[in-house]
T-cell receptor
Framework: GNSVTQMEGPVTLSEEAFLTINCTYT??????LFWYVQYPGEGLQLLLK?????DKGSNKGFEATYRKETTSFHLEKGSVQVSDSAVYFC??????????FGAGTILRVKS | DADVTQTPRNRITKTGKRIMLECSQT?????MYWYRQDPGLGLRLIYY???????NKGEISDGYSVSRQAQAKFSLSLESAIPNQTALYFC???????????????FGPGTRLTVL
């Protein structure tokens, strides 16, 4: 089945720093890719998605580009805020709309 | 009001007890899912249902059962709870999105279950 590997955390940054969270995937074909975010004490919510190669997903200042050559979907943000502190999951999809999650990366942003 | 609700939000129980976790949704979605979250493992799929008459096992269904009582309700049961079922449990729903045919999933707030 499909799988996702993302960088281990926690990642600790100062406010306004640049963020990259690496994500690579293995999959049959070219499945949709997602980043979900989990804020403290809450459920997961979709942050952004890309459905085909070279697509760029973006939302709330975050971006990720679907790179089939490197099987990657790295998450980036130019200037993080304290409110971005959360757990970020890189996710792919299998047949039957089943999501396959990475282990999650904890992001802590200090003021 | 929340679109996907889970009850209870927290539960502490003892080994061997039967536990039911409930999920309700007002989104009108046909598809519902149960996941468990463990530190360092992300979320893993327990069961999923594409409609009221359709139930499917996920990656880690052993020790769990489900019931789809209606389109809006999907319950997860632990017939005889054991300590390694201590985890955060999430319910999710999905339907065909309007663009691209992708099935975005919408998650409930989670149930924290502790089995002593």
């Amino acid at each position: 089945g499909n799988s996702v590997t993302q960088m281990e955390g926690p990642v600790t940054l100062s406010e306004e720093a640049f963020l990259t969270i690496n994500c690579t995937y293995t999959a049959t074909g070219y499945p949709s890719l997602f980043w979900y975010v989990q804020y403290p004490g809450e459920g997961l919510q979709l942050l952004l998605k890309a459905t085909k190669a070279d697509d760029k997903g973006s939302n709330k200042g975050f971006e990720a580009t679907y790179r089939k050559e490197t099987t990657s979907f790295h998450l980036e943000k130019g200037s993080v805020q304290v409110s971005d502190s959360a757990v970020y999951f890189c996710v792919t999809m299998e047949y039957g709309n089943k999501l396959v999650f990475g282990a999650g990366t904890i992001l802590r942003v200090k003021s | 009001d929340a679109d996907v609700t889970q009850t209870p939000r927290n539960r502490i129980t003892k080994t061997g007890k039967r536990i039911m976790l409930e999920c309700s949704q007002t989104k009108g979605h046909d598809r519902m899912y149960w996941y468990r979250q463990d530190p360092g493992l992300g979320l893993r799929l327990i069961y999923y249902s594409f409609d009221v008459k359709d139930i499917n096992k996920g990656e880690i269904s052993d020790g769990y059962s489900v019931s789809r009582q209606a389109q809006a309700k999907f319950s997860l049961s632990l017939e005889s709870a054991i300590p390694n079922q201590t985890a955060l449990y999430f319910c999710a729903t999905s339907d065909l999105t309007r663009t691209g045919g992708d099935y975005e999933q919408f998650f409930g707030p989670g149930t924290r279950l502790t089995v002593l």
